[in-house]
């Protein structure tokens, strides 16, 4: 069961309502996401390019600038080595995209789910010195590819590396010793010695940082560098960087300029979901079109989702969209599936006494692990690895994911003599190992943490207790303006207590959900939908004759009538 606090930040929220012309509720809200001086609010309210951090203070910048022009100016062959997933796909369109116009002779490689794993191996390095190529260029991964990259270096090859990833480390007496691959350039702003002030930004805001100062280089007019920034901002959501400081920009801009796309792909496949393009929020990038891209990786070829973003035709756009909009119908069922599954191990094999779970699911698809394990972690509101088969027979492989406070990269690196390879965030990470090691794993990662399963209980943070009587319209406007909402600027929640249930009509196809009339505890009545579990709903209802919700508001508009309702969230 969550835990539910009140935000408790204090400030004079009148004060900076009556300065940025907003409601104090607003400036509360500001105020508990740690916006409360002047240039945070400023930039907050009002985003703009102004506020990037520039592109010059990433570590080896100038090298790998100069390298990549060197390479164009003698006509050296170039591969972009990306990844298979959302930030993957956009690195590398943003990568080749840009290095076609400064007229590089570059092509891409993929890495395929099942025969390549993970990142950049041998294999692809391989494949590298057969083709002739000359520089490599990485993007979305490389970080933890020292052995691949110390082969291609062995056979002439020039790299450069660009990714996001925590950078491998061994604890040395206590302290992190850190282990750069041995590129001619690494670029990912989590080096130690990384001056740019973001941390936070995704494979593809870092492949496009490249492109920014190679297109300064050439003369190219910036404006051409910003119309990336719609696949940057795609992939800041589709890999759930924290909306904060420059991304929260970066999503705010490219998602207004998604809403005009030029690219022929991107309009079919919003189409193709029966989206309007005008209206293109973030939710839609996460839930709808991501996955969509991400389907093609783990069903079939990523290289799908690349050709239907380089595509110059609407015919040959509309079957790559519908293939891709198939892929991820097929993925839903797989995952369902999977998640039932995972379900009955941890009830059979009381898992559920783990503080972090690893559940072995042999006969799921591999390109499905990461989804369960999300689902599984926030039902059970702790970390989750997911193990399977691995396709080629080579042992396990899987994807973990996290809660706040248990950084799943560094408690890996705690057994990390247990895996073949591994890799990640502090809230997500993939891995291999040989099955027998599967068990050993499940106890070494629970008997290092240091966290108990109250810790990792999930808490809602509860931004305003606000009775229905002030919910207005100019009010929900103005709460429209703290949009994008994802990771680090969540959807604002508000609370109410001692609310009456004075009818209800259950809604949806099967009637699994819940139209509301709602009374609160000073008399006025708002109209509520819920979408959660009707059965709990009504059994505190019983038990207690009232509720306490937390909720957010919004217009409802039908047939020209504008109404205000409410989305219950949560029920206590």
């Not at 420059?246 to 005009?260: F, S």
Request: glycine share 8%.
């Amino acid at each position: 069961m969550a835990k539910w606090l009140v935000y408790n930040k204090r400030a004079d929220f009148k004060a900076i309502g009556e300065k940025y012309h907003i409601d104090p509720v607003v400036a509360r809200i500001l105020v508990n996401r740690d916006v409360g001086d002047d240039a945070s609010i400023a930039a907050y309210l009002h985003p703009s390019k102004k506020d990037f951090g520039d592109a010059g203070l990433l570590q080896d910048m100038d090298k790998a600038i100069a390298l990549l022009q060197k390479a164009i100016q003698q006509n050296t062959k170039i591969r972009i080595i990306g990844d298979y997933d959302i930030d993957g796909i956009q690195s590398t369109y943003i990568l080749h995209q840009g290095l076609l116009r400064v007229g590089a002779d570059a092509d891409y490689a993929i890495p395929d789910r099942i025969e390549d794993g993970y990142g950049v191996n041998i294999r692809l390095m391989e494949r590298c010195v057969m083709d002739g190529i000359g520089l490599v260029i990485t993007c979305d991964n490389g970080i933890a590819a020292a052995e691949a990259i110390a082969y291609a270096k062995k056979e002439g090859l020039t790299v450069i590396v660009t990714d996001h990833h925590e950078v491998p480390y061994e604890l040395v007496g206590g302290k992190k010793e850190y282990h750069l691959p041995p590129a001619d350039a690494v670029i990912d702003p989590k080096r130690e010695d990384c001056a740019y002030p973001c941390k936070k930004l995704c494979g593809a805001v870092v492949a496009w940082k490249v492109i920014l100062q190679l297109y300064q280089q050439h003369g190219i007019p910036e404006e051409e560098a910003m119309a990336f920034i719609e696949n940057a901002a795609f992939a800041t959501i589709g890999d759930v960087m924290e909306l904060v400081e420059e991304n929260r920009t970066i999503v705010a801009l490219g998602l207004e300029c998604l809403r005009h796309t030029k690219n022929i792909g991107m309009q079919t496949l919003i189409a193709r979901c029966d989206l309007s393009m005008d209206r293109i929020s973030a939710y839609h990038v996460g839930f709808v079109l991501g996955p969509c891209l991400n389907a093609s990786g783990r069903l079939d070829s990523a290289t799908k989702a690349l050709q239907l973003l380089e595509a110059k035709d609407t015919k040959e756009a509309v079957r790559l969209a519908e293939e891709l909009r198939q892929l991820n119908e097929e993925r839903k069922v797989m995952t369902e599936q999977g998640i039932a599954q995972a379900i009955r191990e941890i009830e059979q094999k009381e898992l559920i006494q783990d503080a972090v779970l690893v559940v072995y699911l042999p006969a799921v698809h591999e390109s499905v692990a990461g989804i369960i394990a999300g689902r599984i972690r926030e039902r059970y509101e702790r970390p989750t690895f997911v193990l399977v088969d691995a396709a080629d027979g080579d042992g396990a492989k899987g994807s973990g994911r996290s809660v706040e406070g248990f950084s799943m990269y560094d408690e890996m690196c705690k057994c990390k003599e247990l895996f073949s390879k591994f890799g990640g965030h502090p809230m997500a990470a993939g891995l291999s190992l040989p099955k027998e090691q599967i068990e050993k794993f499940r106890e070494e990662i629970n008997a290092n943490t240091q966290m108990t399963k109250e810790e990792m209980q999930t808490v809602i943070h509860i931004d305003v207790p606000m009775p229905f009587s002030y919910i207005r319209e100019d009010l929900i406007s103005q709460l429209e303006i703290l949009e994008p909402f994802g990771n680090g600027n969540p959807k604002p929640i508000f609370a109410q207590k001692n609310v009456r249930i004075m009818r209800k009509f259950p809604i949806g196809k099967q009637k699994q959900f819940l139209r509301m009339e709602l009374q609160g505890e000073d008399g006025f009545c708002m109209e509520g939908l819920y979408f959660g579990d009707v059965g709990a709903l009504e059994e505190i209802e019983q038990e207690k004759g009232c509720i306490t919700i937390t909720y957010y508001p919004q217009v409802n508009e039908y047939r020209g009538r504008k109404t205000l309702q409410i989305v219950v969230s949560n029920v206590c």
